[in-house]
C-alpha cells in the first residue's frame, strides 16, 4: 500500500507541479548557471547506493587545493531561499517514482556516513529514504545527529500509513513556517562526525 500511494502521490504531483519545476529551473539557470540539477550518490534501503536528484542551490567555489569551500561560502541568497522553501526537494519526487525513495522515510545522507553510524542508527536504513520524515517535522536540521537518528529509528519501528500521512501534513505545516532549516551557527547542518553527539 505504501508503494502505490508512493507512486500515485508522486506522478500525480510531478504533473501538477511541472510548471513550478520548470520556473525553478529556469531560475536556478539564469542565478547560478549550469547544471540546473545537483546529483548525488546517497545510501537507499539497505545502504544500496542510488542517484538523489535534486536542484542546485550553491555556486561552484573551490579553494586552492581544488576543493569544494564550506556550504556558508557558497550558498546564494537565492539558494537559501529554495532551501526554506523545500523547492530544491522537488525532483526527489522522480527517485520516489523510480523506486529508490519513498514519500516518507528517514532522510538519505552521505554514503561516507556508513561506516560511521552505530548499529542501532544504521537501522535507518531498513527502510527506503524519504522526501520527508519523522526527524524533518521535529526539528529538521535544528536538532543534534544523535536526536534526528534516534527519530529516525523510532520511525522505523512505528511506521504506519497514519503516521506517514500525518508526517505529510505536519511537512506542509513546517514548510510553511520556515522552521529548523540550519542548525546554530550553520548554514545547513555540521558534518557528522561519528561522535555520539554533534
Do not use: C
Request: aromatic share 8%; hydrophobic share 45%.
Amino acid at each position: 500500500m505504501k508503494r502505490a500511494f508512493d507512486v500515485v502521490v508522486a506522478s500525480v504531483a510531478l504533473v501538477v507541479l511541472s510548471p513550478v519545476l520548470l520556473v525553478v529551473a529556469v531560475l536556478i539557470r539564469r542565478k547560478l548557471g549550469s547544471p540546473v540539477f545537483f546529483s548525488q550518490v546517497r545510501p537507499g534501503r539497505g545502504g544500496r547506493p542510488f542517484r538523489m536528484v535534486k536542484f542546485r542551490t550553491m555556486r561552484d567555489a573551490i579553494d586552492r587545493d581544488g576543493q569544494p569551500l564550506p556550504d556558508a561560502a557558497r550558498l546564494t541568497a537565492f539558494g537559501a531561499k529554495l532551501r526554506a522553501t523545500s523547492l530544491d526537494e522537488l525532483p526527489e519526487l522522480w527517485n520516489v517514482v523510480r523506486g529508490d525513495m519513498s514519500l516518507v522515510g528517514p532522510r538519505p545522507l552521505l554514503m561516507q556516513y556508513l561506516p560511521l553510524y552505530s548499529a542501532e542508527q544504521a537501522r535507518r536504513h531498513a527502510v527506503r529514504p524519504g522526501v520527508t520524515g519523522w526527524a524533518q517535522v521535529n526539528g529538521r536540521n535544528a536538532i543534534s545527529w544523535s536526536q534526528k537518528f534516534a527519530l529516525d529509528v523510532w520511525y522505523v519501528d512505528n511506521r504506519s500509513f497514519a503516521l506517514d500521512l500525518r508526517i505529510l501534513w505536519l511537512t506542509v505545516r513546517k514548510v510553511l513556517v520556515r522552521d529548523g532549516i540550519s542548525a546554530d551557527g550553520e548554514a545547513t547542518m555540521p558534518p557528522f562526525s561519528g561522535a555520539p553527539d554533534q
